[in-house]
């Protein structure tokens, strides 16, 4: 008897220390891969906000909003037409019901030959600001309305490129009747 309960408390000490080495090397590769000096490589930290030409939208009228990606020196996006096999920047306006959206400009890319490809590519680099128009009916209600902007873009440097990202941003702007006084704003977006 003492000799089985001796062989049941062995056998379950190896069990034990068994589990504490696979947990124990388990949180050492998780501890490793969001380590910095971790050779898993990282995007680069993109800047992506929205922006209204105006402080107010009248009822009637159509306000310019923008979406603006700030890119970090080193690092660039693929230009909405994008080379073949390369992710494009794309922008997707979903506004409530009644308000329209024009199409989105995208802006002019810069035409590079990388390290990585044969090929010249179409980029973004530092600031990228797609435009668009919101068109707000007559009778469309006052007060808050809030657009959302999906936007998808793939980061790459000179050598690699990063996994595609989504990324959303709110746009809420308040809408006011068509003879209430409106302020131009966000000049370096749209021009003074």
């Given at each position: 008897m003492i000799r089985k309960l001796f062989t049941t408390h062995v056998t379950l000490s190896l069990v034990v220390a068994s589990l504490l080495v696979a947990v124990t090397t388990t949180a050492h590769r998780a501890t490793a891969s969001t380590n910095p000096a971790s050779p898993v490589v990282q995007g680069a930290n993109i800047g992506v906000n929205g922006f209204f030409a105006a402080d107010k939208a009248q009822r009637g009228r159509t306000v310019q909003a923008a979406v603006v990606l700030d890119i970090?020196?080193?690092f660039h996006v693929n230009a909405n037409k994008a080379a073949k096999f390369s992710i494009p920047t794309a922008v997707k306006i979903d506004a409530p019901k009644?308000?329209?959206v024009s199409p989105v400009a995208y802006p002019r890319a810069v035409v590079r030959r990388l390290g990585f490809s044969k090929e010249a590519l179409s980029l973004y680099e530092g600031r990228a600001v797609?435009?668009?128009?919101?068109i707000v009916p007559a009778n469309y209600q006052t007060g808050l309305t809030e657009l959302r902007a999906k936007v998808t873009y793939q980061s790459c440097n000179d050598e690699v490129c990063f996994p595609p990202t989504t990324r959303e941003v709110k746009l809420g702007i308040n809408v006011v009747g068509a003879n209430e006084s409106v302020k131009r704003i966000n000049g370096q977006y749209f021009g003074r």
């Amino acid at each position: 008897m003492i000799r089985k309960l001796f062989t049941t408390h062995v056998t379950l000490s190896l069990v034990v220390a068994s589990l504490l080495v696979a947990v124990t090397t388990t949180a050492h590769r998780a501890t490793a891969s969001t380590n910095p000096a971790s050779p898993v490589v990282q995007g680069a930290n993109i800047g992506v906000n929205g922006f209204f030409a105006a402080d107010k939208a009248q009822r009637g009228r159509t306000v310019q909003a923008a979406v603006v990606l700030d890119i970090p020196r080193g690092f660039h996006v693929n230009a909405n037409k994008a080379a073949k096999f390369s992710i494009p920047t794309a922008v997707k306006i979903d506004a409530p019901k009644g308000l329209r959206v024009s199409p989105v400009a995208y802006p002019r890319a810069v035409v590079r030959r990388l390290g990585f490809s044969k090929e010249a590519l179409s980029l973004y680099e530092g600031r990228a600001v797609m435009r668009f128009n919101i068109i707000v009916p007559a009778n469309y209600q006052t007060g808050l309305t809030e657009l959302r902007a999906k936007v998808t873009y793939q980061s790459c440097n000179d050598e690699v490129c990063f996994p595609p990202t989504t990324r959303e941003v709110k746009l809420g702007i308040n809408v006011v009747g068509a003879n209430e006084s409106v302020k131009r704003i966000n000049g370096q977006y749209f021009g003074r």
